[in-house]
Nanobody
Framework: QVQLVESGGGLVQPGGSLRLSCTAS????????MGWYRQAPGKQRELVAD???????NYADSVKGRFTISRDNANTAVYLQMNSLKPEDTAVYYC???????WGQGTQVTVSS
């Protein structure tokens, strides 16, 4: 099993920035890709960004140019730098690792003035 723990969420004003972190433990050697998903109230969980072990990245159109995903080479952490945050970015953000998939417990991000 793989355990994932997120941190870094919080309340930020529109236009602000946050950096989310996800720490992986357990059978990390099985991890191929890691990513971030989010779920807003009343909506389905959606992909925000993911990154493969080779460093290839994929972003949702709604966050391109504003968010940056990165990971360490040891499969122990993945990060999401979020800039120019908008109210519509408000959601619970979940860390994900595949194969599995494995999920973290989520961290709340609220963008509001």
């Amino acid at each position: 099993q793989v355990q994932l723990v997120e941190s870094g969420g919080g309340l930020v004003q529109p236009g602000g920035s946050l950096r989310l972190s996800c720490t992986a433990s357990g059978k990390i050697y099985i991890i191929y890709a890691m990513g971030w998903y989010r779920q807003a109230p009343g909506k389905q969980r959606e992909l925000v960004a993911d990154i493969s072990s080779g460093g290839s990245t994929n972003y949702a159109d709604s966050v391109k140019g504003r968010f940056t995903i990165s990971r360490d080479n040891a499969n122990t952490a993945v990060y999401l730098q979020m800039n120019s945050l908008k109210p519509e970015d408000t959601a619970v953000y979940y860390c994900n690792a595949v194969p599995g998939p494995h999920w973290g417990q989520g961290t709340q991000v609220t963008v509001s003035s």
